[in-house]
């Protein structure tokens, strides 16, 4: 037993869920944690269109990590958002939040699993969670000349 004003270090466990229940208010409080824009109503306004998202919680309920995983309704499913709050990054959050995508996407019935990324995060998504290089084509919409018709 630890004695009086000895400094105990509890590890905090982590529970993932595959569709558990995310509010609007928790999403805009974990995109800001890491810096990202939020706009309010958005995970009200798109969830439904998921297959799925997973969260990632403390023991004291705290929304700390987020995957959503779109989808075309059959072999393809698209991994959008992965974010770990600040204050709990580099400690193997955000690859278990993708491990527990993939695995529900597969038992989904997709064949594929797909996420595009700034170079940067390569070491994530290519070492760390084991995605592949792919061919990828992308449109940036408001540079492009669009014809009438
Ligand atoms: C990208 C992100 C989700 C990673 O979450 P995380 O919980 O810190 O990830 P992990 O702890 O599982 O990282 C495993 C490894 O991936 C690599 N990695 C993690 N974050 C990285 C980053 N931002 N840039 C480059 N490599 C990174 C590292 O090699 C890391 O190992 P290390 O901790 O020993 O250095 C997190 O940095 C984040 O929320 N970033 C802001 C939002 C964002 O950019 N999301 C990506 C949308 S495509």
Same mark, same amino acid.
């Given at each position: 037993?630890?004695?009086?004003?000895?400094?105990?270090?509890?590890?905090?466990?982590?529970?993932?869920?595959?569709?558990?229940?995310?509010?609007?208010?928790?999403?805009?409080?974990?995109?800001?944690?890491?810096?990202?824009?939020?706009?309010?109503?958005?995970?009200?306004?798109?969830?439904?269109?998921?297959?799925?998202?997973?969260?990632?919680?403390?023991? %004291?309920?705290? &929304?700390?990590? /987020?995957?959503?995983? !779109?989808?075309?309704?059959?072999?393809?499913?698209?991994? +959008?958002?992965?974010?770990?709050?600040?204050?709990?990054?580099?400690?193997?959050?955000?690859?278990?939040?993708?491990?527990?995508?993939?695995?529900?996407?597969?038992?989904?019935?997709?064949?594929?699993?797909?996420?595009?990324? %700034?170079?940067? &995060?390569?070491? /994530?998504?290519?070492? !760390?969670?084991?995605?592949?290089?792919?061919?990828?084509? +992308?449109?940036?919409?408001?540079?492009?000349?669009?014809?009438?018709?």
């Amino acid at each position: 037993m630890a004695a009086t004003g000895e400094t105990v270090e509890v590890a905090t466990s982590i529970r993932y869920k595959w569709r558990g229940k995310i509010t609007d208010a928790e999403l805009l409080a974990l995109t800001r944690s890491h810096g990202g824009s939020a706009t309010q109503g958005w995970w009200d306004q798109i969830q439904i269109h998921s297959l799925g998202w997973v969260s990632a919680r403390t023991d %004291e309920g705290l &929304l700390i990590g /987020f995957v959503n995983v !779109a989808w075309d309704g059959g072999d393809h499913a698209f991994l +959008l958002d992965t974010k770990t709050h600040h204050e709990h990054q580099h400690h193997g959050v955000g690859t278990e939040l993708v491990s527990v995508a993939v695995r529900n996407a597969k038992a989904a019935g997709c064949e594929w699993v797909h996420v595009d990324f %700034e170079p940067r &995060l390569g070491p /994530f998504y290519f070492d !760390a969670c084991g995605f592949k290089r792919t061919e990828a084509g +992308l449109v940036h919409l408001p540079t492009i000349c669009v014809s009438s018709g």
